[in-house]
């Protein structure tokens, strides 16, 4: 027996022999995100008492946006709970007298019914309390699940429970708590003023914003998380959903170590993992190199149109070695450096169009064939591309655009005062299609009008 | 008092084949006030704060009064909350009337502004849902500051929660997503796939809290009115 003892101790940083003995108690440091509360150190287990405090309350889910959220603890996610493999877990769920509904917790590291649902049904003004061992080691999610279960969650009823394994996980340098969720707004993202939950896009899964700790904006600019290069980072990831699956992803970085699911097998070199509603993952990565990474459901219209951003903020000396940084920027030309033809649109044989037709076609014609070099704006780019806009080149004689756009033109030009010395290759456009993209440009970005038409081009093209 | 005619009704955790046929009956147009019930303590002093025994009502009753008989003014007209079942059964006992049954209140409150059964009424259910998703105001508002439903009576959304006679007959387990599995479906009240209309979130809120509270339990957003 002693042998297993040794070997127990040697394995995981415990002995066998007090492994099951309860020791003592104490209150359990909670953390709002994305704080964690400290490693836990002792090797045996305690009496952990949790205090979880129900709180509806309005908050922001963006600048602007007001939303009654429903939350363990007056946050988004719910506070973080550190416990042991072991511990003897006492459970006390307090309902806010000024809340307007019960509820309840279904903490995934629980093994019972309900996960403590059942015995932690609490009016408003109430305070229940039940008590499990901590049998199983992972990362868990907490919520809800007071009916209805689904709006509970979507109204921001989740959190993550650590049950760290005996010996503790390896020693990182930061730990940050991240819990993306999904919400459903009456008015569409970004619809300011105060926003009700709406329930046929919950049932129908399309929320309006995906979010990481429960506001967009919640870890950029001044809230962005903050390291060092030479620095360790693991960061607790849950979903919350209550609707879509996570590709939780960190721009230029790769995962050194992934607990997928929170569970205890490790992956490695992991680019992105997935993190399904009512789950979670432990990232961990080596930071090497200084600058912004960005965290984000790569599932990426709802990180850049619904909220799932995040920045990790590294601070330190570059190394050029492993990121060397931008080290030229040149014009790229396919075809050398002569006047080129573009492969031939079918040439149309067409009626002459009105003006506002043309400036409709145009307007396609510019977003397919101009607006590459010549931006959606006009505006050119300097030192390369032209500008468009308020142009002195052909403000004189309109003519001119037809002639660049039949012929092509290369060598140096001078507009607007800047010089331009590069290449527009020869558009192969119909006349009427000249025509149109040509008073498109006329009529727009601050020129000032004006019509060409299909035989003004025709007779330019010859 | 208001006449509400009778109709069938049939509970969101039933099926259609269990609906329960409601007798007209007469409801107080407004919830009971502050004002009322001092009345009441004042010719019934058993149930003042101070001698209210503590199986009938726990120690949040009348929290919202300084004393067994003082309170801030400003209060006088909002519902009397704080209550337990207990009081609000006595209180309407010692005026001739009843507290109403949960399918009597829930027939009264299915009525919009314009029409008797808006349970189908999307935008009717939207509003009853916002109201629900909100904190309760520090200050409870005096009655007849929500709307005029469709027989005359005013608060039966917008204002408190209003305790019924039966309360606690249909269940939820508190483990809401268990109760499809219960062979009694009479008693799961939680939302489950058993429910007649698993999206009417309002309606599964009622029955969450109803069944999250017991007979002596003081709420500070649960009221009640009588009907007879």
């Known amino acids: 027996m002693s042998v297993f003892c040794i070997a127990g101790f040697v394995l995981s940083g415990c002995s066998v022999k007090n492994s099951n003995a309860i020791k003592g108690e104490e209150v359990a440091v909670l953390t709002f995100a994305p704080n964690v509360p400290p490693p836990i150190t002792r090797d045996y287990a305690t009496k952990m008492i949790v205090n979880l405090e129900v709180i509806e309350k309005e908050m922001e889910m963006m600048d602007g946006v007001k939303y009654n959220f429903w939350t363990f603890g007056g946050q988004v996610p719910g506070k973080f709970i550190r416990v042991r493999e072991g511990d003897l877990v006492e459970f006390h769920l307090k309902n806010d007298p000024s809340n307007k509904l019960p509820h309840n917790i279904d903490l995934h590291a629980v093994t019972g019914p309900g996960g403590g649902a059942v015995s932690t049904f609490t009016a408003p003004g109430h305070e229940t309390q039940f008590s499990f061992t901590a049998i199983n080691p992972g990362l868990f999610i907490y919520h809800c699940a007071t009916a209805p279960v689904g709006m509970h969650i979507a109204n921001g009823m989740y959190g993550l429970i650590l049950v760290e394994p005996r010996g503790g996980l390896p020693k990182v340098d930061k730990e940050f708590y991240v819990v993306q969720g999904d919400f459903y707004t009456k008015g569409s993202y970004g619809e300011s003023g105060e926003q009700p939950f709406n329930m046929e896009k919950a049932l129908d899964e399309k929320p309006d914003y995906v979010v990481f700790n429960g506001k967009v904006g919640a870890l950029t600019g001044d809230n962005a998380l903050k390291a060092k290069v030479g620095e360790t980072v693991r960061l607790f990831v849950g979903n919350g959903g209550p609707g879509l699956t996570s590709s939780f992803h960190v721009i230029g970085e790769i995962f050194d170590n992934v607990y997928p699911e929170g569970g205890s097998t490790q992956n490695h070199n992991v680019q992105t993992t997935l993190i399904p509603p009512g789950g979670s993952a432990i990232t961990e990565f080596k930071l090497q190199v200084p600058g912004n990474f960005i965290l984000v459901d790569h599932a990426i219209f709802r990180a850049f149109n619904k909220g799932a951003l995040g920045i990790l903020k590294v601070d330190g000396p570059e190394n050029k070695t492993i990121y060397s940084g931008q080290q030229d920027d040149r014009i790229y030309q396919p075809e050398g450096g002569a006047v080129q033809t573009m492969p031939s649109a079918d040439a149309e044989k067409a009626k002459p169009l009105t003006k506002t037709e043309k400036l409709e076609l145009g307007k396609a014609l510019f977003a397919s064939t101009c607006q590459a070099c010549h931006q959606a704006d006009g505006k050119g780019i300097e030192k390369a591309f032209p500008p468009l806009y308020k142009s002195d080149y052909f403000a004189a004689n309109p003519q001119k655009i037809v002639q660049v756009i039949t012929h092509g033109l290369s060598g140096p030009i001078t507009v607007n005062g800047k010089t331009f010395n590069s290449v527009m290759p020869k558009q192969t456009l119909s006349d009427n299609q000249v025509a149109s993209v040509a008073t498109y440009v006329l009529n727009n970005f601050g020129n000032k009008g004006g019509e060409i038409n299909a035989e003004d081009v025709a007779k330019i093209r010859k | ?228």
Request: hydrophobic share 40%; net charge positive.
């Open chain 2, 1 to 228: 008092m208001a006449l509400i005619s009778g109709g069938n009704y049939i509970p969101m955790y039933s099926k259609e084949a269990q609906k329960i046929t409601v007798s007209s009956f007469y409801m107080d147009v407004y919830p009971v006030t502050n004002a009322d019930y001092l009345a009441f303590v004042k010719s019934h002093p058993d149930w003042k704060k101070s001698s209210v025994k503590r199986i009938f009502a726990d120690s949040n009753y009348l929290k919202q009064w300084d004393s067994d008989v003082l309170f801030d003014k400003n209060i006088a007209g909002s519902p009397v909350v704080n209550i337990s079942w207990f009081a609000a059964k006595k209180y309407c006992e010692c005026q001739g009337k009843r507290l109403p049954e949960t399918a009597e209140w829930e027939v009264a409150a299915r009525a919009s502004k314009t029409k008797a059964d808006a349970s189908n009424d999307p935008g009717f259910n939207q509003w009853v849902l916002n109201w629900l998703t909100k904190p309760t105001a520090a200050i409870l508002p005096p009655v007849g500051s929500t709307f005029k439903n469709y027989y005359g009576i005013y608060d039966l959304h917008g204002l408190v929660w209003e305790w019924t006679y039966d309360f606690n007959s249909a269940l939820t387990t508190g483990e809401s997503r268990g109760n499809s599995s219960l062979d009694n479906s009479l008693f799961c009240g939680g939302g489950s796939f058993a429910s007649k209309d698993i999206s009417n979130y309002a309606s599964f809120m009622r029955f969450a809290m109803r069944s999250s509270v017991k007979a002596k339990y003081c709420v500070a957003n649960l009221g009640f009115r009588c009907v007879k």
